[in-house]
Protein backbone atom coordinates (compact mmCIF):
# COMPACT_ATOMS: atom_id res chain seq x y z
CA UNK A 1 0.00 0.00 0.00
CA UNK A 2 1.29 3.21 -1.07
CA UNK A 3 1.84 6.11 1.94
CA UNK A 4 1.43 8.85 -0.48
CA UNK A 5 -2.60 9.16 0.15
CA UNK A 6 -4.92 11.47 -2.25
CA UNK A 7 -8.27 12.46 -1.79
CA UNK A 8 -11.28 11.00 -2.45
CA UNK A 9 -12.35 13.46 -4.84
CA UNK A 10 -9.33 13.09 -6.83
CA UNK A 11 -10.26 9.35 -6.44
CA UNK A 12 -12.88 9.49 -8.36
CA UNK A 13 -12.55 11.84 -10.72
CA UNK A 14 -9.98 9.65 -12.21
CA UNK A 15 -12.60 6.63 -12.07
CA UNK A 16 -14.54 8.52 -14.21
CA UNK A 17 -11.89 8.90 -16.42
CA UNK A 18 -10.74 5.86 -16.80
CA UNK A 19 -13.96 3.55 -16.09
CA UNK A 20 -17.33 5.91 -17.05
CA UNK A 21 -16.10 7.90 -19.69
CA UNK A 22 -14.57 5.08 -21.35
CA UNK A 23 -18.02 2.96 -21.03
CA UNK A 24 -20.09 5.71 -23.28
CA UNK A 25 -17.28 5.79 -25.88
CA UNK A 26 -17.49 1.30 -26.19
CA UNK A 27 -21.03 2.53 -26.91
CA UNK A 28 -21.11 4.46 -29.01
CA UNK A 29 -18.17 2.94 -30.90
CA UNK A 30 -20.51 -0.03 -31.04
CA UNK A 31 -23.52 1.29 -32.58
CA UNK A 32 -21.57 2.73 -35.15
CA UNK A 33 -19.85 -0.15 -35.88
CA UNK A 34 -23.14 -1.88 -36.22
CA UNK A 35 -24.70 0.90 -38.45
CA UNK A 36 -21.36 0.44 -40.85
CA UNK A 37 -21.82 -2.80 -41.26
CA UNK A 38 -25.62 -2.95 -42.28
CA UNK A 39 -24.93 0.18 -44.19
CA UNK A 40 -22.49 -1.83 -46.38
CA UNK A 41 -25.05 -4.66 -45.86
CA UNK A 42 -22.73 -6.87 -44.17
CA UNK A 43 -25.16 -7.75 -41.74
CA UNK A 44 -29.09 -7.58 -42.24
CA UNK A 45 -30.24 -3.69 -41.49
CA UNK A 46 -33.03 -4.69 -38.93
CA UNK A 47 -30.31 -6.64 -36.62
CA UNK A 48 -28.54 -2.58 -36.51
CA UNK A 49 -31.58 -1.08 -34.35
CA UNK A 50 -31.89 -3.98 -31.82
CA UNK A 51 -27.99 -4.95 -31.77
CA UNK A 52 -27.65 -0.65 -30.48
CA UNK A 53 -29.72 -1.13 -27.46
CA UNK A 54 -28.46 -5.24 -26.52
CA UNK A 55 -25.13 -5.29 -28.14
CA UNK A 56 -23.83 -1.75 -27.00
CA UNK A 57 -24.89 -2.12 -23.62
CA UNK A 58 -23.41 -5.70 -23.17
CA UNK A 59 -20.38 -4.83 -24.09
CA UNK A 60 -20.02 -1.70 -22.53
CA UNK A 61 -20.91 -3.46 -19.23
CA UNK A 62 -18.21 -6.09 -20.08
CA UNK A 63 -15.67 -3.32 -19.74
CA UNK A 64 -16.63 -1.53 -16.92
CA UNK A 65 -16.81 -4.94 -14.95
CA UNK A 66 -12.86 -5.17 -15.68
CA UNK A 67 -12.55 -1.96 -15.58
CA UNK A 68 -13.74 -0.90 -11.96
CA UNK A 69 -11.82 -3.96 -10.45
CA UNK A 70 -8.85 -2.35 -11.35
CA UNK A 71 -10.46 1.16 -10.41
CA UNK A 72 -11.10 -0.40 -6.82
CA UNK A 73 -7.71 -1.62 -6.12
CA UNK A 74 -5.75 1.76 -7.09
CA UNK A 75 -7.99 3.99 -5.38
CA UNK A 76 -9.16 1.98 -2.18
CA UNK A 77 -4.66 1.22 -1.41
CA UNK A 78 -4.45 5.06 -1.60
CA UNK A 79 -7.25 7.31 -0.08
CA UNK A 80 -7.08 7.89 4.02
CA UNK A 81 -10.44 7.57 4.27
CA UNK A 82 -11.53 4.68 2.40
CA UNK A 83 -15.26 4.86 4.09
CA UNK A 84 -15.48 8.34 2.65
CA UNK A 85 -14.45 7.26 -0.86
CA UNK A 86 -17.09 4.60 -0.75
CA UNK A 87 -20.08 6.52 -0.09
CA UNK A 88 -18.86 9.13 -2.53
CA UNK A 89 -18.18 6.32 -5.52
CA UNK A 90 -21.92 5.17 -4.70
CA UNK A 91 -23.49 8.60 -4.89
CA UNK A 92 -21.28 9.46 -8.07
CA UNK A 93 -22.68 6.24 -9.79
CA UNK A 94 -19.22 4.57 -10.33
CA UNK A 95 -20.00 1.71 -7.85
CA UNK A 96 -22.79 0.11 -6.72
CA UNK A 97 -23.93 -0.97 -3.10
CA UNK A 98 -22.41 -4.15 -1.55
CA UNK A 99 -24.56 -6.77 -1.89
CA UNK A 100 -26.51 -5.17 -5.29
CA UNK A 101 -26.73 -7.20 -8.73
CA UNK A 102 -24.49 -5.35 -10.35
CA UNK A 103 -22.08 -4.87 -7.67
CA UNK A 104 -21.66 -8.93 -8.13
CA UNK A 105 -20.87 -8.59 -11.80
CA UNK A 106 -17.32 -6.90 -10.90
CA UNK A 107 -15.11 -9.21 -12.88
CA UNK A 108 -12.07 -10.48 -10.19
CA UNK A 109 -9.60 -12.86 -10.28
CA UNK A 110 -9.03 -14.82 -7.07
CA UNK A 111 -6.04 -12.55 -6.64
CA UNK A 112 -8.11 -9.51 -7.01
CA UNK A 113 -11.04 -11.12 -4.55
CA UNK A 114 -8.43 -11.43 -1.68
CA UNK A 115 -6.95 -8.18 -2.71
CA UNK A 116 -10.54 -6.01 -2.26
CA UNK A 117 -11.22 -8.53 0.62
CA UNK A 118 -8.26 -6.95 2.73
CA UNK A 119 -8.76 -3.19 1.25
CA UNK A 120 -12.63 -3.84 2.82
CA UNK A 121 -11.21 -4.13 6.12
CA UNK A 122 -10.02 -1.05 6.29
CA UNK A 123 -13.66 0.19 5.34
CA UNK A 124 -14.98 -1.91 8.54
CA UNK A 125 -12.58 -0.34 10.68
CA UNK A 126 -13.25 3.15 9.67
CA UNK A 127 -16.87 1.88 10.67
CA UNK A 128 -15.93 0.66 14.19
CA UNK A 129 -14.01 3.56 15.28
CA UNK A 130 -14.31 5.29 18.39
CA UNK A 131 -16.45 8.51 17.87
CA UNK A 132 -14.79 11.59 17.63
CA UNK A 133 -16.91 14.74 17.86
CA UNK A 134 -16.38 18.15 16.25
CA UNK A 135 -16.74 21.12 18.32
CA UNK A 136 -17.77 23.06 15.18
CA UNK A 137 -20.86 21.54 14.67
CA UNK A 138 -23.91 22.87 16.65
CA UNK A 139 -25.97 21.30 18.78
CA UNK A 140 -28.93 21.63 15.97
CA UNK A 141 -28.67 22.49 12.27
CA UNK A 142 -31.41 23.61 10.57
CA UNK A 143 -31.89 23.10 6.50
CA UNK A 144 -34.67 24.55 4.07
CA UNK A 145 -35.41 24.05 0.80
CA UNK A 146 -32.74 24.82 -2.10
CA UNK A 147 -34.79 28.19 -3.35
CA UNK A 148 -31.97 28.01 -6.86
CA UNK A 149 -33.39 23.91 -7.68
CA UNK A 150 -36.87 25.00 -7.34
CA UNK A 151 -36.84 28.20 -9.46
CA UNK A 152 -35.08 25.74 -12.18
CA UNK A 153 -38.09 23.67 -11.70
CA UNK A 154 -40.44 25.98 -11.78
CA UNK A 155 -39.10 27.55 -15.36
CA UNK A 156 -38.77 23.97 -16.57
CA UNK A 157 -42.95 23.80 -15.73
CA UNK A 158 -43.12 27.47 -16.96
CA UNK A 159 -41.59 26.48 -20.16
CA UNK A 160 -43.96 23.12 -20.72
CA UNK A 161 -47.39 25.50 -19.66
CA UNK A 162 -45.90 28.14 -22.45
CA UNK A 163 -45.69 25.43 -25.17
CA UNK A 164 -48.58 23.80 -23.98
CA UNK A 165 -50.30 26.98 -24.78
CA UNK A 166 -49.12 27.60 -27.77
CA UNK A 167 -50.46 24.43 -29.07
CA UNK A 168 -53.43 24.88 -27.87
CA UNK A 169 -54.14 28.09 -30.13
CA UNK A 170 -52.52 27.19 -32.86
CA UNK A 171 -53.01 23.87 -33.67
CA UNK A 172 -56.44 21.80 -34.62
CA UNK A 173 -55.76 19.17 -32.14
CA UNK A 174 -55.86 21.91 -29.05
CA UNK A 175 -56.38 18.93 -26.68
CA UNK A 176 -52.44 18.21 -26.80
CA UNK A 177 -51.94 21.69 -25.63
CA UNK A 178 -54.24 21.59 -23.07
CA UNK A 179 -52.54 18.07 -21.61
CA UNK A 180 -49.49 20.02 -21.70
CA UNK A 181 -50.84 23.20 -19.43
CA UNK A 182 -52.21 20.93 -17.15
CA UNK A 183 -49.37 18.70 -16.65
CA UNK A 184 -47.30 22.31 -16.61
CA UNK A 185 -49.89 23.32 -13.51
CA UNK A 186 -49.65 20.07 -11.56
CA UNK A 187 -45.61 20.05 -11.92
CA UNK A 188 -45.62 23.56 -10.79
CA UNK A 189 -47.67 22.95 -7.72
CA UNK A 190 -45.04 21.08 -5.41
CA UNK A 191 -41.89 23.50 -6.02
CA UNK A 192 -44.35 26.44 -5.64
CA UNK A 193 -45.63 25.20 -2.37
CA UNK A 194 -41.99 24.59 -1.27
CA UNK A 195 -41.05 28.12 -2.50
CA UNK A 196 -44.20 29.69 -0.14
CA UNK A 197 -42.21 27.70 3.53
CA UNK A 198 -39.63 29.69 4.88
CA UNK A 199 -39.47 27.99 8.11
CA UNK A 200 -36.63 24.83 8.11
CA UNK A 201 -38.30 21.69 7.11
CA UNK A 202 -35.53 19.51 8.29
CA UNK A 203 -33.72 19.52 11.35
CA UNK A 204 -31.12 17.62 12.86
CA UNK A 205 -29.81 17.58 16.92
CA UNK A 206 -28.63 16.20 20.05
CA UNK A 207 -32.01 15.04 20.44
CA UNK A 208 -33.14 13.56 16.92
CA UNK A 209 -34.49 14.32 13.80
CA UNK A 210 -37.36 16.19 12.98
CA UNK A 211 -38.45 16.92 9.83
CA UNK A 212 -42.37 18.60 9.08
CA UNK A 213 -42.58 19.14 13.10
CA UNK A 214 -42.60 15.58 13.46
CA UNK A 215 -39.79 14.86 15.64
CA UNK A 216 -37.78 11.68 16.38
CA UNK A 217 -35.92 10.86 19.43
CA UNK A 218 -32.69 9.32 18.57
CA UNK A 219 -33.83 6.24 21.10
CA UNK A 220 -36.52 5.30 18.78
CA UNK A 221 -34.42 5.91 15.44
CA UNK A 222 -32.53 2.73 14.44
CA UNK A 223 -30.53 2.25 11.00
CA UNK A 224 -29.95 5.98 9.73
CA UNK A 225 -28.28 6.81 7.04
CA UNK A 226 -27.74 8.73 3.75
CA UNK A 227 -27.71 7.74 0.00
CA UNK A 228 -28.69 7.66 -3.74
CA UNK A 229 -31.15 5.57 -4.89
CA UNK A 230 -32.02 4.43 -8.98
CA UNK A 231 -30.40 4.12 -11.90
CA UNK A 232 -28.90 6.73 -14.39
CA UNK A 233 -30.51 10.10 -14.60
CA UNK A 234 -33.09 8.55 -12.27
CA UNK A 235 -30.77 8.59 -9.05
CA UNK A 236 -32.05 10.96 -6.56
CA UNK A 237 -30.35 11.80 -2.59
CA UNK A 238 -32.63 10.30 0.03
CA UNK A 239 -32.55 9.99 4.39
CA UNK A 240 -33.52 6.72 5.50
CA UNK A 241 -34.10 5.23 8.82
CA UNK A 242 -36.34 3.28 10.70
CA UNK A 243 -38.66 4.74 13.60
CA UNK A 244 -40.29 2.31 16.14
CA UNK A 245 -40.11 -0.31 13.39
CA UNK A 246 -41.26 1.83 10.37
CA UNK A 247 -39.43 2.46 7.55
CA UNK A 248 -39.17 6.30 6.77
CA UNK A 249 -37.73 7.39 3.03
CA UNK A 250 -37.09 11.49 2.88
CA UNK A 251 -35.96 12.97 -0.76
CA UNK A 252 -33.10 15.17 -0.01
CA UNK A 253 -32.95 16.49 -3.77
CA UNK A 254 -34.68 19.87 -3.24
CA UNK A 255 -33.13 20.76 0.03
CA UNK A 256 -29.86 23.29 0.43
CA UNK A 257 -27.32 19.63 1.47
CA UNK A 258 -24.90 17.07 0.40
CA UNK A 259 -24.57 13.77 1.04
CA UNK A 260 -21.70 13.94 2.68
CA UNK A 261 -22.74 16.64 4.71
CA UNK A 262 -25.83 14.57 6.06
CA UNK A 263 -23.60 11.47 6.79
CA UNK A 264 -21.19 13.68 8.86
CA UNK A 265 -24.04 15.49 10.99
CA UNK A 266 -26.14 12.03 11.47
CA UNK A 267 -22.68 10.52 12.78
CA UNK A 268 -22.10 13.59 15.12
CA UNK A 269 -25.91 13.92 16.36
CA UNK A 270 -25.73 10.30 17.24
CA UNK A 271 -22.41 9.90 19.15
CA UNK A 272 -23.46 12.62 20.92
CA UNK A 273 -26.80 10.58 22.10
CA UNK A 274 -24.94 7.96 22.91
CA UNK A 275 -22.53 9.32 24.62
CA UNK A 276 -24.48 11.28 26.90
CA UNK A 277 -26.65 7.87 27.45
CA UNK A 278 -23.61 5.58 28.66
CA UNK A 279 -22.65 8.51 31.34
Known amino acids: MTNEYITSQKAIMRGQLVVNVPVMI ?9 YQLSSHKLINPLVF ?3 TFLISPLVAWIYWSYAITHWRIWAFSRVDDPLE ?10 IWKDGSFFERTEIRTAKQKALIFELEKRIREEKTKE ?31 AVGTYLAISSEESYVGIFFV ?10 FTKLSNVLPVLILSNDGIAIDERTYNWNHVTNESAQMEGIGKNRSAYLTFVIDGTSER ?3 DDYELT ?5 KLLNIYRGRNKAVNNR
Open 49 to 51: LPG
Open 131 to 161: FEDDPSVLNSSEFKFSKGVLYVKLAQNTLII
Open 250 to 252: IPL
Open 85 to 94: LKQSAVDGGL
Open 182 to 191: GLGVILSNRP
Open 259 to 263: LPELR
Open 26 to 34: VMFAVAVGL
